[in-house]
């Protein structure tokens, strides 16, 4: 399967980000107020000092959203050195949505992948 990968934009992106979002995660939480609105989304995520739109990756199948990775950009890491990767880079996912029918696919191995080049291009290890 071919699938597009681009950055968020907001302003186009919006309403299929949340839709996904409350598909992915909403049978798991049930104890949370569910569904997010795009108002709650708006002002928890895309309000925070750490996010950037540019940074958030987005997988489609022709025109539906079909996966999309939230990755914080923190002024300050949380530790000095990742114990993990032995980086000092302030990324961090905060979340990965793949819609079920195209899991296996690939579709999160390359969001990921490409959430860490933008974070190499913009001063994260």
Known sequence: M????????????LAAVVDLYNGVFGPMRPYYSWPVSIERFTDKVLSH??????????AFDGERLIGFVLAAFRNQPLMEIDPVTGGTGPVFISALAVAPD?????VGRTLIERTME???ANGSD
Do not use: T, W
């Open 2 to 13: 071919a699938y597009e990968f681009r950055a968020f934009v907001p302003s186009q992106d």
């Open 49 to 58: 000092g750490e996010f950037r739109p540019a940074g958030v990756q987005l």
């Open 102 to 106: 195209h899991r296996r696919h690939g």
């Open 118 to 120: 933008f974070a190499a």
